[in-house]
């Protein structure tokens, strides 16, 4: 069985002083393997790189139309977003809209991934609702169809029917049964599968036409949200959102927890799942980085590019000791 291949080094002076392992897989419109790096058959959770999945039964059950939802609660709906207030005053109107309140989620609440956010609530002694957990944007979305299908309230629970309805869309679209599933930080299920069903899922969404089926046209209006929106889907000086804004061609990307992280690149009909082994975040930007790179879908010299890949690593002095960098193989 293929092992984790290497992925990111980290240089400092003459030497490779760490290595991240991990696995890579892109997938072509057919669901064909274009390119690996690793083991494409490694079972994986990926996290927050799922949230597209997941949204697929709030389009194609009609609920995000009867609602009126926007682009950009369709984006929120796929963000881990900062928790800035471009983020939350949306997601606090959407629930307001459906007649509910922050007591409603089910995600539980943590202080703003962005920092100046967070550190203004820590200077005034502030609290943090439910709203600032950074999916509550995907937890808003799980609210509408909740609400539109009259299901019961505890919509975290495995066997509730929306998460039933996610498992079956996720598993139609990976093409592989998922063997399980573990919970998420925000106590939704997370489903399983390998790499190349998650590849094969974004090369689904890469490759969908609107107005084929419900499903396709559900996945192009999601993928297309994210691009329009990329400031919505993360936030400013995250990688997705710079990421996404500096690509020569439309590409939604997302990060999920633990280093997994996906591209949709819909001009090329190509998804891509990658999964840093050790969790470590630095690694899996500068890998989705370089693959875009190889693509032809981002220059190697842009500032955003830099902030992920080749990007220099300073000492408390401001001195640069060292680089983080693509693996030889990806370059």
């Given amino acids: ?21 991990g696995h890579a897989v892109i997938c072509d419109g057919t669901g064909e393997i274009v390119e690996a790096w690793g083991d494409p058959h490694a079972t994986i959770l990926p996290r927050s790189s799922a949230k597209m ?14 609602h009126g939802l926007t682009s950009e609660q369709l984006a929120l709906a796929c963000a881990s977003h900062n928790g800035a207030a ?35 609530m820590i200077r005034s002694g502030e609290k943090p609702c439910q709203v600032h957990n950074n999916c509550s944007g995907k937890h808003a979305g799980f609210l509408t169809l ?16 929306l998460q039933q309805a996610v498992l079956q869309a996720f598993e139609d679209v990976t093409g592989e049964t998922s063997p399980g599933y573990g919970i998420d930080g925000c106590s939704a299920p997370n489903f399983a599968t390998t790499m190349h069903g998650m590849a094969r899922a974004m090369a689904f969404f890469a490759s969908a036409t609107e107005g084929a089926d419900a499903r396709q046209t559900a996945a192009v209006q999601l993928w297309q949200s994210m691009v329009k929106h990329p400031e919505l889907v993360a936030g400013e000086t995250r990688a997705c959102t710079e990421l996404m804004r500096a690509c020569k061609e439309p590409v939604a990307l997302k990060t999920g927890a633990e280093a997994f992280f996906i591209a949709i690149i819909p001009t090329r009909k190509l998804g891509i799942a990658l999964k840093i082994a050790d969790g470590g975040t630095r690694a899996a930007e500068c890998t989705i980085a370089a693959l875009l790179v190889r693509l032809g879908l981002l220059d190697a010299d842009h500032p955003a590019t830099r902030r992920f890949m080749n990007a220099p690593i300073t000492n408390w002095r401001g001195i640069e000791t060292g680089r983080i960098v693509p693996a030889v193989s990806l370059r």
């Fill in 86 to 120: 471009i983020h939350t005053d949306r997601v606090n109107q959407w629930i307001a809209n459906l007649g509910l309140s922050d007591g409603d989620f089910r995600c539980g609440a943590h202080l703003p991934f962005g920092k100046e956010e967070s550190e203004a």
């Fill in 1 to 21: 069985m293929p092992y984790p291949a290497p992925l990111c080094e980290i240089w400092r002076g003459p030497l490779a002083e760490s290595l991240h392992m």
């Fill in 53 to 66: 999945l997941q949204a697929l039964p709030l389009l194609e059950s009609g609920a995000a139309e009867a």
């Fill in 146 to 161: 909740t609400k539109h299908m009259g299901w019961r309230r505890e919509y975290v629970e495995p066997d509730h029917p």
